[in-house]
């Protein structure tokens, strides 16, 4: 039985089990958008150190593993960030950025706070005529100090409502 509950039309991937994102460039898992309509990706990050700022990426790829991969642009991210705790942060900050396939938290001192970014990224913004169907989210190698880190993906708008749904791994 059907109670439109969150869970019987979204679902929520890890991309980024929580690490320290300074260890290496940390990449995200691939996502299958092809039964979704939309995917966002939401990075949390704890207070680093000045300058070590993390820089996401989004890549479209034709596999849910090895394939092609390239570039998958984006201009809107919304963002809570604070100095001591983003829990009194109340509502989102919106920016807009010229499209791009990558943000760099510099803008908003993203080393220097706590910080909960997010980018939503449209399945027809995928290049579907050439295979197009995954995307992944990743947060380079922030430097030499430790930050730790953590992202997971929301899907949204399922072709299809059920209790069960196929993976979105493969």
């Known amino acids: 039985m059907f109670n439109k509950e969150f869970l019987e039309s979204h679902d929520i991937i890890p991309a980024l089990m929580p690490a320290d994102l300074s260890a290496a460039a940390n990449t995200g898992d691939r996502v299958n958008l092809q039964n979704y309509d939309r995917c966002v990706f939401v990075l949390l990050a704890s207070i680093g150190t000045a300058g070590d700022d993390p820089v996401i990426s989004a890549q479209q790829h034709d596999a849910a593993s090895s394939g092609n991969s390239k570039a998958l642009n984006f201009t809107r991210i919304r963002h809570k960030v604070g100095a001591t705790g983003i829990d009194a942060v109340g509502q ?65 708008g399922a072709g299809y409502v059920n209790e069960i749904k196929q993976s979105a791994l493969t």
């Open 92 to 156: 989102f900050t919106l920016v807009e950025q010229s499209e791009s396939d990558s943000y760099d938290t510099t803008t908003v001192d993203g080393a220097e706070n706590e910080a909960m970014i997010v980018i939503e990224v449209l399945a027809e913004d995928l290049d579907s005529e050439n295979g197009y169907t995954f995307v992944s989210f990743n947060v380079s190698d922030v430097g030499l100090n430790s930050q730790l880190g953590a992202g997971f993906y929301i899907l949204q």
